[in-house]
């Protein structure tokens, strides 16, 4: 079988309309499939789907009175876990350095926390979180890859501050 991507990635929320109006009106993505599935043992979850382009899907999962599920829980991913915001992160593909730039614009525009423009060497990025406090970015290549590349080794050194950790409750988790 060949390679082909991603179909869907799936995520929860605690509240699908806040994360639907984000996903739909900041990001532009478009809800392709929504579902309401009811829980034969109480309960039901409301599921939708955004094309984020290349048919490649991110999907949200909300759960409301379901046994066996808590009623809160951090749907954030990294700060349940007490790991860096970077380490659990999606990032989507925004064609260009020009692209790129104009996203970052757009994002701010709608009062999105948004980095400056991170140089990877390889590739240029922008970070923001989502309602949930999922950690997203933006991301094109500025050149192609090489098997220097795919070659593990030292290639920079980052501060605790870069990988989100300047904060002392965060800090004192380590």
Same mark, same amino acid.
């Given at each position: 079988?060949?390679?082909?991507?991603?179909?869907?990635?799936?995520?929860?929320?605690?509240?699908?309309?806040?994360?639907?109006?984000?996903?739909?009106?900041?990001?532009?993505?478009?809800?392709?499939?929504?579902?309401?599935?009811?829980?034969?043992?109480?309960?039901?979850?409301?599921?939708? !789907?955004? *094309?984020?382009?290349?048919? /490649? @899907?991110?999907?949200?999962?909300?759960? &409301?009175?379901?046994? $066996?599920?808590? =009623?809160?829980?951090?749907?954030?991913?990294?700060?349940?876990?007490?790991?860096?915001?970077?380490?659990?992160?999606?990032?989507?593909?925004?064609?260009?350095?020009?692209?790129?730039?104009?996203?970052?614009?757009?994002?701010?525009?709608?009062?999105?926390?948004?980095?400056?423009?991170?140089?990877?060497?390889?590739?240029?990025?922008?970070? !923001?979180? *989502?309602?949930?406090?999922? /950690? @997203?970015?933006?991301?094109?290549?500025? &050149?192609?890859?090489? $098997?220097?590349? =795919?070659?593990?080794?030292?290639?920079?050194?980052?501060?605790?501050?870069?990988?989100?950790?300047?904060?002392?409750?965060?800090?004192?988790?380590?």
């Amino acid at each position: 079988m060949a390679h082909k991507g991603f179909s869907h990635i799936g995520l929860s929320t605690l509240d699908l309309d806040r994360t639907r109006d984000f996903y739909e009106r900041v990001l532009g993505f478009k809800p392709v499939r929504c579902d309401i599935l009811k829980v034969k043992e109480g309960g039901q979850i409301r599921h939708i !789907f955004f *094309d984020t382009g290349r048919d /490649q @899907l991110i999907a949200f999962m909300e759960a &409301r009175g379901v046994p $066996g599920v808590p =009623a809160e829980y951090d749907a954030g991913i990294n700060r349940g876990l007490g790991v860096p915001s970077v380490f659990y992160h999606f990032a989507f593909e925004a064609g260009s350095e020009a692209a790129l730039d104009e996203k970052r614009q757009e994002l701010r525009a709608q009062g999105v926390d948004v980095t400056e423009v991170v140089d990877h060497d390889w590739a240029k990025s922008i970070y !923001f979180k *989502d309602p949930n406090g999922i /950690q @997203l970015e933006f991301c094109c290549f500025t &050149r192609n890859l090489n $098997g220097d590349d =795919a070659r593990m080794q030292d290639r920079a050194e980052i501060s605790i501050r870069r990988l989100g950790l300047e904060d002392p409750v965060a800090l004192s988790r380590r």
